[in-house]
């Protein structure tokens, strides 16, 4: 079992950058993808981008991709998402998850943290 724990959201303006971090417990966080997911008030859980589980593959839902950058660091247990150029739109609870295999659906994942929310003024 993996537990994760989100830090690292805040406010901020337009066009801010936010880093947000990802630490799990246990010593199995090398088997896992990892993951991180939003979600607005009255909207599902999206996909934001995934790692595999050396970090060498990423993926990027189209929103992300040239602005956002997945990396983990497996000698910490910890999972990064940078975040460049945020949007007013994408104010959002962020998630890390786990999983097993590859996926970008919420059901992919089997371990999830608590979340941190990210609120971007315009």
């Known amino acids: 079992q993996v537990q994760l724990v989100e830090s690292g959201g805040g406010l901020v303006q337009a066009g801010d950058s936010l880093r947000l971090s990802c630490a799990a417990s246990g010593r199995t966080f090398s088997f896992y993808v990892m993951g991180w997911f939003r979600q607005a008030p009255g909207k599902e859980r999206e996909f934001v981008a995934r790692i595999n589980r050396s970090g060498g593959s990423t993926y990027y839902a189209d929103s992300a991709k040239g602005r956002f950058t997945i990396s983990r660091n497996n000698a910490k247990n910890t999972v990064y998402l940078q975040m460049n150029s945020l949007k007013a739109e994408e104010t959002a609870v962020y998630y890390c998850?786990?999983?097993?295999?590859?996926?970008?659906?919420?059901?992919?994942?089997?371990?999830w943290g608590q979340g941190t929310q990210v609120t971007v003024s315009s």
């Open positions: 998850a786990a999983s097993r295999g590859d996926g970008v659906v919420p059901s992919n994942y089997l371990y």
